[in-house]
């Protein structure tokens, strides 16, 4: 019986992944900054089929705090086989209109947020031996989308620090993998639905789960259709991205 600690577990992608796990059977710890939320998410949970059920607070934002909240959250499971570090923010910004602070948030929250969570997972797996780092970026890691720049190159950069995670833990027998969601319907962003093969967190999180339990290094969702478009990206001209 595998347990599974997720990060932004009480809504969108977090949640639905949360529920796929329930499905087969885990252990799951779900972290979020929203209690409420969260006690909904674990009652849901064990109805769907969780071997256990433990929830808690962590706002990632408060990126000082993140190791110690989590190596105590850890300990209290006991044991931890996978970590998904999924919580993240999204927002449309102007490049050249005095909205820095609200780019700084994203960077905050989906880079050092992000990258706490994750070296507090390294720490407590290359102790133990094993795990399986799980991150969660986008699709926009690779494409520049306009209005979009800052959450484009907060997933540049999480790739990246995901890529450079995987050659130094292997040493450890720390598996890493970077889902790059396309668009899914959640509410991090509105009227997602229109943009193109846009699909239910449902969905994304079933195919989430099957390349994490694979073991993939780098999974795309959907796989269909983005995988066949992954190596045109860059040659794709920039009018396409800014009528879409």
Known sequence: MKTIVITGASSGIGRALALEFAKRGYRLGLLG???DALASLQQEAVACGAAAVMTGQLDVDAASSVAHQLQSFFQTLGSVDIFVANAG???FTHVGKDELPAEMRIIQTNVIGAIASI???AAHFAQQKSGHIVGVSSLASMIAVPKQAAYCASKAAISMYLRSARIELARHNICVTDIQPGFVVTDIMPDIGKYPFAIPATKAAFEMAEAIEKGREEAIVPA???RLFKPFFRHIPNFF???L
Do not use: L, Q
Request: glycine share 0%; proline share 7%; net charge positive.
């Open 33 to 35: 900054r929203r209690t």
């Open 89 to 91: 923010i999204n927002a």
């Open 119 to 121: 070296d507090a997972a």
């Open 224 to 226: 269909f259709p983005w």
């Open 241 to 243: 991205w800014k009528r």
